[in-house]
């Protein structure tokens, strides 16, 4: 199935959850469990992630509880060439709408790569062997080719569909939690 016309039908489908919000919170918070008590959680100090739209997986609990824990937060910023530089932020950071309606950050303590442990991915779309199709830019799978670190997303059981072939440039995750536990997967 073409990705622009499965991008649309994700969008549809996300969108239709957050209009039905006590049953995203629920399965919000099923997700957020199964990552809390997961060892790349557990182990990370450094924990990357984006600040989510409303229709998207809600972030800032999962923000809020790595302060909390001590660990590191940082939020990607977009750059020229489609690639993403991370950023430490903390509760009194102060944001600013990307030309994809993105809160970044605004400030310059810049995070080096290697330095993230844990990296939660945004998408639209997983298939079980941990691809994804995101917005369709690019910036997270070049961001990945490289990356040493753990990845991980945090997806709604509305977002799982394997009817759709990975392209040779795409990076799988190392683990998805869902609120299906049956379909929770890692690969590792």
Not at 24 to 38: A, G, M, N
Not at 76 to 103: A, M
Request: glycine share 6%; net charge positive.
């Amino acid at each position: 199935m073409d990705k622009t016309l499965l991008r649309q039908k994700a969008l549809e489908r996300l969108e239709g959850l957050a209009k039905q919000l006590e049953k995203k919170q629920k399965k919000e918070r099923q997700i957020r469990t199964l990552l809390f008590h997961s060892k790349l959680w557990k182990e990370a100090r450094t924990v990357g992630m984006v600040r989510s739209q409303p229709f998207e997986f809600d972030m800032n609990p999962v923000m809020s509880k790595a302060l909390k824990q001590g660990k590191k937060v940082v939020v990607p910023k977009t750059l020229p060439e489609r690639q993403l530089s991370f950023y430490e932020v903390d509760e009194n950071t102060n944001y600013q709408l990307s030309n994809f309606g993105i809160e970044e950050p605004v400030n310059n303590f810049i995070v080096a790569k290697k330095e993230i442990d844990l990296l939660i991915v945004p998408g639209l779309i997983f298939s079980n062997k941990g691809y994804r199709i995101g917005f369709g830019k690019g910036y997270y799978d070049r961001f990945l080719e490289d990356f040493a670190g753990k990845t991980c997303a945090l997806v709604f059981s509305e977002q799982l569909n394997n009817d759709w072939q990975p392209e040779v440039f795409d990076q799988p995750v190392t683990r998805v939690y869902t609120d299906q536990l049956e379909r929770s997967f890692r690969y590792e």
